[in-house]
Nanobody
Framework: QVQLVESGGGLVQPGGSLRLSCTAS????????MNWYRQAPGKEREMVAY????????DYGDSVKGRFIISRDNAKNYLYLQMNNLKPEDTGVYYC???????WGQGIQVTVSS
């Protein structure tokens, strides 16, 4: 059974940092590019970051470039998202997904507020 489970979310003040983790099971994550998506209240889901299967190439949504860093540890089946200089508009539910959006985690809440 394929599972993606996110962790590390929570409440943080503007300018703060959080690190999200996603653990994968039931499939070979090292064979897949992976994404982080997010959905803000009242808005559509948007791609936040993408990383190739071996981690050699990454891509970011315009709103997070220079602030977020996606990485992965294929040996441990983990995907990460380091989020720095967080802004209130980064608030939302964050999901890890496979590159073709076949599999999704359940999502984790990130709230940026003073």
């Amino acid at each position: 059974q394929v599972q993606l489970v996110e962790s590390g979310g929570g409440l943080v003040q503007p300018g703060g940092s959080l690190r999200l983790s996603c653990t994968a099971s039931g499939f070979d994550m090292s064979s897949h590019g992976m994404n982080w998506y997010r959905q803000a209240p009242g808005k559509e889901r948007e791609m936040v970051a993408y990383i190739t299967s071996h981690g050699l190439s990454t891509d970011y949504g315009d709103s997070v470039k220079g602030r977020f860093i996606i990485s992965r540890d294929n040996a441990k089946n983990y995907l990460y998202l380091q989020m720095n200089n967080l802004k209130p508009e980064d608030t939302g539910v964050y999901y890890c997904t496979t590159a073709l959006l076949t599999y999704w985690g359940q999502g984790i809440q990130v709230t940026v507020s003073s």
